[in-house]
């Protein structure tokens, strides 16, 4: 897999300080060319960049070209994955009811009618010109169907003497929160407001979730009774569609941990929160980020990174917790020195990246390490050699897209005193196909796997051996998700042994990691060497979402054995509307859409029928 990073400045040629590491994409400025730009994340954890399911590429940041030095705008530009960037827009403009917005956030979830929209949070001043009165935590939407911002809300009012840290607030950092959709079309914001228990000020972290029927409206995530202080918020979609959420929490505005609450969109309810960190009296434990990597049915992998600070020394620490022994592993301290607002971002073949702004030297760089199951021993610090005209790099944010690439975002400053924000693009190998099955051929061996859902994809190879020692040969290569090796005989007095393994290869030649191996003993199917896929337990139709709906749908089941699918809609007098679904299928999860664009509204029966399983749900289409 591809090492990583970064970034920047228009038509200057950079020099990696390690040549073995995979290529980025020749970085672009994101704002268009001016003078004070800012950057996208203001030192704080948070999603200033997010890639939909549409492979959108969307950045947002705090702008203060052209406006007086106390004053700033939020602006926003998107691109799709290997297009031109489109119009860079000011998004708070149309906000008269604020002032000086800043820190922003942004995510993307699906409307009753089908389409994406776009929310941006931000923190905003609501009162002028004292930075210190009172703020407010806002968000608004962008119809890509009818392409304007609208719909400005600010999830906390200003009554009660209550203020969010906003920008240019007296706290000098940790300001504001972030926004996720938790991957089923709901929205989590969460953010961090000064208040007050009794006499004692205290900083608290609230929340707000958003679902079809709107905003649930603001609570307070932690105790109403105790004075804490609370910062530097982060959260992040995890399996079952949970938030796992990270902060900083104090109890004396000193010593700061790093802890860690799911919420469960279920019970509605969080979690006992779970220390991850350990310092000591006067360390503090910041900025910390986490991802998920799902391991197989309620399983996953949580890997968290954090800033400790400690006199003037700044370390990045990382920690990793299994659901499925429910235990951490040791802290590892990544950078011992002079590492700064660390980030940290996963594949789903689980290689996990961090990357941080290096403050070893001046001007700053930005270095990272990447690390692989099942170890997760750290790979060499590399870094990004500085150009002539650019003083530093600084806070990256990475994420990535749900084929497997990284994207990331940052800050440049250069010898003009210019802040502006970069983007860049590494283009990972695929990841390794998944859900590999036999097919239970009587006379070869005969097996399928899901398709590769990378855009730059070409074909897969099949590799064959009858000793993994003795390295591999490869026999086919195709884009079809179904071989037969015709030159295998399975004979039961054959007393041979053969193994088989898939990869897939994208347009720029790079080879995904090998699937699950395959096993065949004496011409009989043994299944897996590794058992790594993911696999339902049980046969199930899952309702429809959104419902009701506006022309599309979406519709996920599953399948725990190969199967002949057969799903189909029905109106109520028992009439065929529409086939969707006709085929053979391996054990795994699927999903599909209705269009159901010519269709009048009314009543219908979504129907399953796999094997010997039929499963029903009725669904509304309301035009």
């Known amino acids: 897999m591809k090492a990583r990073f970064f970034v920047l400045v228009s038509a200057i040629a950079l020099v990696f300080c390690s040549g073995a590491l995979a290529a980025w994409t020749t970085p672009e400025a994101v704002n268009a060319p001016r003078v004070n730009v800012q950057n996208a994340r203001g030192g704080e954890p948070g999603w200033p960049i997010c890639v939909d399911d549409s ?71 609501t009162f002028r010109p004292f930075q210190s009165e009172y703020s407010e935590y806002k968000r608004c939407t962008f119809n890509r169907e009818v392409p304007i911002w609208d719909d400005f809300f600010g999830f906390i009012s200003t009554e009660g003497g209550l203020h ?14 972030s926004v996720v959709d938790n991957g089923d079309n709901k929205t989590f914001a969460v953010w961090p407001y000064l208040d007050s228990v009794g006499n004692s000020a205290c900083r608290r972290l609230w929340y707000n979730i958003r679902d079809d029927n709107g905003w649930a409206g603001e609570a307070r995530i932690l105790d109403a009774d105790l004075a804490y202080w609370a910062q530097d918020v982060c ?26 609450t799911i919420y469960d969109f279920a019970s509605s309810q ?46 990045v620490i990382y920690r990793r917790y299994d659901s499925e022994t429910q235990s951490f592993s040791n802290q590892v301290t990544i950078v011992p020195y002079f590492g700064s607002l660390p980030c940290i971002a996963a594949t789903p073949d689980g290689d996990v990246y961090v990357a941080w702004e290096n403050r070893s030297s001046n001007p700053h760089v930005i270095s990272w390490k990447k690390a692989s199951p099942p170890g997760f021993s750290w790979s060499n610090t590399s870094s990004l050699s500085l150009p002539d005209g650019i003083d530093s790099l600084m806070a990256p944010v990475m994420v990535k897209d749900f084929v497997g690439n990284l994207h990331m975002v940052l800050a440049a400053f250069s010898d003009d005193y210019a802040w502006d924000v970069f983007y860049t693009f590494n283009e990972l190998p695929p990841v390794s196909p998944q859900n590999v099955a036999d097919l239970q051929d009587k006379d070869h061996p005969m097996f399928k796997w899901s398709p590769c859902k990378e855009p730059n994809f070409r074909h897969y190879h099949i590799y064959r051996t009858r000793d993994p020692r003795n390295g591999w040969s490869l026999v086919a290569s195709q884009t079809d998700t179904i071989f037969t090796d015709y030159m295998t005989f399975l004979d039961p007095d054959d007393r041979d042994i053969m193994y088989y393994h898939i990869k897939a290869e994208d347009q720029l030649d790079q080879e995904s990691l090998p699937s699950v191996q395959l096993e065949y003993h004496y011409g009989v199917y043994v299944g897996p060497k590794v058992v790594g896929e993911l696999l339902p337990m049980e046969y199930s139709l899952s309702q429809n979402h959104p419902n009701p709906f506006n022309a599309e749908t979406g519709i996920k089941y599953a399948l725990p054995t190969e199967s002949h699918v057969l799903l189909e809609i029905y109106d109520m007098l028992g009439k065929k509307v529409a086939t969707l679904v006709d085929e053979y299928s391996i054990p795994g999860y699927y999903q599909t859409t209705w269009r159901a664009y010519d269709v009048p509204s009314g009543v219908y029966l979504l129907r399953l029928q796999a094997g010997e399983f039929v499963e029903c749900r009725k669904v509304t289409l309301l035009k």
């Open 55 to 125: 492979l959108l590429i969307q950045v947002v940041w705090e702008d203060q070209s052209g406006l007086p030095l106390d004053v700033a705008e939020v602006h926003y530009r998107a691109k799709p994955l290997r297009g031109s960037w489109g119009t860079d827009v000011s998004v708070t403009s149309a906000d008269n009811n604020s002032s000086n917005p800043g820190h922003p956030s942004v995510t993307t979830y699906h409307t009753n009618q089908g389409y994406f929209k776009t929310l941006v949070a931000y923190a905003s001043q």
């Open 164 to 177: 969010l840290l906003g920008p240019g607030s007296e706290s000098g950092g940790q300001k504001t929160g």
């Open 235 to 260: 959260p992040y979609p995890g399996p079952n569609n949970n938030i796992h959420l990270v902060y900083s929490y104090s109890t004396d505005d000193e010593t700061y941990d790093v802890y860690w």
């Open 270 to 315: 969080f979690s006992t929160p779970t220390q991850v960190s350990d310092v000591t009296q006067g360390i503090v434990a910041c900025v910390p980020y986490v991802v998920s990597v799902d391991k197989g049915g309620a399983d996953y992998l949580l890997h968290f990174v954090w800033q400790e600070i400690q006199g003037g020394l700044n370390r």
